[in-house]
């Protein structure tokens, strides 16, 4: 079983929708829980960084950790077709983001 | 600022070839490290750095080699090259102090 989990999809959703996409984890030590855009062809790139347990919003995106549950979340509202593009959660439990546990990623595609 | 850059975008290898991925950054980052991005499988800490002088193996370090001389540069080298490292290879870096690791555009290299 690998440390963290995340469904693969791939996700195609009308623009406009309110997109979820979620992770599990079994490492109880991690406290450092991000979210990583990628483009085609390109490198991820930070999109949300929590630390510890609660929500965390920037403009379109809100990202939820419960960290009792093992269980994060990012919600992207008025999905936009530039939206569209693998989404990655990472986790760490050393500060600096260092030795991150990758998902394996989700495919999400926004249809105008 | 350049960031974080990979040389070459693309390599193709015969089995048993060696070679040598490169990798720099501009940001006088103390910590880097190499992942691997298979299909299914997001990212893989191959292996990382935390100060020039000093590596240590990820998840995922047989068949790879690294070392850190100056604490700009960070190459990966393949030994022997094998089918089973057919990849795409992201190098990244950050700092102590970092929400994120920065990453660099990455490496298709495909073993034949």
């Known amino acids: 079983q690998k440390e963290v989990e995340q469904d693969p999809g791939p996700l195609s959703v009308p623009e406009g929708a309110i997109v979820s996409l979620n992770c599990t984890y079994s490492?109880?030590?991690?406290?450092?829980f991000m979210w990583y855009r990628q483009y085609s062809r390109k490198g991820p790139e930070l999109l949300m960084y929590?630390?510890?347990?609660g929500n965390k919003e920037d403009g379109r995106f809100t990202a939820q950790v419960d960290k009792s549950s093992k269980y994060i979340s990012l919600f992207i509202r008025d999905s936009q077709p530039s939206d569209s593009a693998t989404y990655l959660c990472?986790?760490?439990?050393?500060?600096?983001?260092?030795?991150?546990?990758f998902g394996q990623g989700t495919r999400l595609t926004i249809n105008p | 600022n350049a960031g974080v850059t990979q040389t070459p975008k693309f390599q193709v290898l015969k089995t048993g070839q060696s070679m040598t991925l490169q990798c720099a950054q501009d940001m006088n980052h103390e910590y880097m490290s190499w992942y691997r991005q298979d299909p299914g499988m997001g990212l893989r800490l191959i292996h990382y750095?935390?100060?020039?002088?000093?590596?240590d193996q990820g998840e995922v370090p047989n068949g790879y080699n690294v070392s850190r001389s100056t604490t700009e540069d960070f190459p990966l080298r393949l030994l022997s090259a094998a089918p089973s490292q057919t990849s795409v290879y992201f190098c990244?870096?950050?700092?102590?102090?970092?929400?994120?690791?920065?990453f660099g555009p990455g490496t298709r290299l495909t073993v034949l």
């Open positions: 990472a986790m760490s439990d050393t500060q600096g983001a260092q030795k991150l546990v």
């Open positions: 990244a870096s950050s700092s102590w102090a970092s929400d994120t690791q920065y």
């Open positions: 490492n109880s030590a991690f406290q450092y």
């Open positions: 750095s935390v100060g020039a002088g000093i590596t």
């Open positions: 929590t630390y510890s347990s």
